[in-house]
Nanobody
Framework: QVQMVESGGGLVQAGGSLRLSCAAS????????MAWFRQAPGNEREFVAAINWSGGSTYYADSAKGRFTISRDNAKITVYLQMNSLKPEDTAVYYC????????????????????WGQGTQVTVSS
């Protein structure tokens, strides 16, 4: 069973920063597109950012552009989400997800394209 474990969430004041990490247990994940999604109470899970297997292609939701940066270290089978200038509306459970296919150069914003998920980490931004 593939496992992905997120960490780095917590409570931060508006304007602050957090760095989320997602470590995978299986080597093939270094060959998959990875993404971050988030879900606030009462809301649907929404796309935040994605990165292709090599790290050469990234894509961000409008809400994340200019503030968040997704990156990966394939040697460590880990993907990161650096979040700066946090706002109260960024409060949510953040999930990392891995794509189904290997060595895809493009990324998707669609949940169904990511069959593998972590358990989530809570991010709370106070005003």
């Amino acid at each position: 069973q593939v496992q992905m474990v997120e960490s780095g969430g917590g409570l931060v004041q508006a304007g602050g920063s957090l760095r989320l990490s997602c470590a995978a247990s299986e080597r093939t994940f270094s060959s998959r597109s990875m993404a971050w999604f988030r879900q606030a109470p009462g809301n649907e899970r929404e796309f935040v950012a994605a990165i292709n297997w090599s790290g050469g292609s990234t894509y961000y939701a409008d809400s994340a552009k200019g503030r968040f940066t997704i990156s990966r270290d394939n040697a460590k089978i880990t993907v990161y989400l650096q979040m700066n200038s946090l706002k109260p509306e960024d409060t949510a459970v953040y999930y990392c997800a891995a794509g189904l296919k290997l060595y895809e150069n493009t990324v998707s914003v669609t949940i169904r394209q990511y069959p593998f998920w972590g358990q989530g980490t809570q991010v709370t931004v106070s005003s």
